[in-house]
């Protein structure tokens, strides 16, 4: 999805939160069981929907609805704040201020100084090979979940046979790795 269909969609359900929370508690039932499934009866959980607080109809709304969540999105601050000229040229048009992984080290740390063996994409500076550097629906901006992650490149069925990874099943790689690098070949976490 761009940019601008994210966009819209996001604002569509804020507008329809909006009208929503607006109603009586008896309208806005019959309003969220045609748009979503689970929604509970107030009259059977009045404890849940007693109070018509914005924010409490707002997250049971967000628990109760996957076209809510899949809108919700994690934003990277500079790119929540609008501050897009913190890495692009804007007289340029959208062109890059520098390359990764400089670009990110303006502001963050950088993982060449913080370890001695550095992941090899981190240091080849493709941070976004595993983070967006806008929003994401994943914590810590990952475009990816689980293993897949890692999968994404390393995607080999003898890595999962060797001794360390045969029993690993779904436990993510970063249970004992660190993603950007260690103090030993294998960055294993302490
Ligand atoms: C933290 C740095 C950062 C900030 C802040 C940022 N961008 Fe970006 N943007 C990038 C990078 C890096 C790319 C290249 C995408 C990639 O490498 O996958 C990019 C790509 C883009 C693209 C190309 C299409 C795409 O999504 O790949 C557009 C359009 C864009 N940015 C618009 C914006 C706008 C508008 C803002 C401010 C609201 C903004 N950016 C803020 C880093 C940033
Ligand atoms: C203009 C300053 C700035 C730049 C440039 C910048 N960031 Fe950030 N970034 C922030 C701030 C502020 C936060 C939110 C505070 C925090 O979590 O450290 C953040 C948060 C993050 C997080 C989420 C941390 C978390 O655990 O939720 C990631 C990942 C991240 N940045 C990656 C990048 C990458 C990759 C780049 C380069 C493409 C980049 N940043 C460039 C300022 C910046
Ligand atoms: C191989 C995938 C991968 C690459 C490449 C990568 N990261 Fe990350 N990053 C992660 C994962 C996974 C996490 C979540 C923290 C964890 O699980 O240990 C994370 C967390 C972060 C965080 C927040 C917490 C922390 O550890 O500081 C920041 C900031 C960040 N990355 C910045 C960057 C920057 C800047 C680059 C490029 C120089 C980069 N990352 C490259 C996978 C990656
Ligand atoms: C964008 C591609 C990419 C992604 C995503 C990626 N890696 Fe890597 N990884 C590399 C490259 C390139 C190297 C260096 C070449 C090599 O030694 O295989 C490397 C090396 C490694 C090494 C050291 C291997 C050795 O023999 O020295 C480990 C361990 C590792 N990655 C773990 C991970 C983990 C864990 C993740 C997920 C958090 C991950 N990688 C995600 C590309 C990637
Ligand atoms: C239970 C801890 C653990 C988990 C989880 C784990 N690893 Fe490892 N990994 C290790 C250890 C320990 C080594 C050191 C080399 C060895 O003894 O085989 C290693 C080595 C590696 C290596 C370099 C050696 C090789 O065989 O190429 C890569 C790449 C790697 N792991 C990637 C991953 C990826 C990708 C995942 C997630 C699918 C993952 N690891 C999950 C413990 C773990």
Redesign the pocket.
């Known amino acids: 999805m761009n940019i601008a269909l994210k966009g819209s969609i996001f604002l569509f359900v804020l507008m329809a939160v909006f009208f929503i929370v607006s109603c009586s508690s008896s309208q806005r039932y019959k309003m969220l069981t045609f748009f979503f499934d689970g929604v509970p009866d107030p009259k059977s959980s009045t404890d849940l929907l007693s109070s018509d607080s914005l924010l409490k109809d707002t997250l049971l709304l967000a628990n109760n609805s996957t076209l809510l969540q899949a809108s919700i999105q994690k934003m990277h601050a500079p790119y929540q704040d609008k501050q897009c000229n913190a890495c692009h040229d804007q007289t340029m048009m959208g062109k890059l201020n520098q390359v990764q992984p400089g670009l990110c080290y303006e502001c963050h740390e950088d993982f060449s100084k913080k370890f001695e063996?550095v992941?090899?994409?981190v240091g080849?500076g493709?941070c976004t090979?595993?983070h967006s550097p806008h929003m994401s629906m994943n914590e810590h901006l990952l475009s990816?979940t689980g293993?897949t992650?890692?999968?994404?490149?390393?995607e080999s069925s003898s890595l999962l046979d060797t001794d360390s990874h045969k029993d690993i099943k779904e436990t993510l790689?970063?249970e004992?790795?660190?993603?950007h690098g260690g103090t030993t070949?294998?960055?294993?976490k302490q």
């Open positions: 063996k992941h090899g994409p080849g493709f090979s595993c990816r293993q992650v890692c999968l994404h490149c390393h790689c970063t004992c790795h660190d993603p070949q294998f960055f294993l």
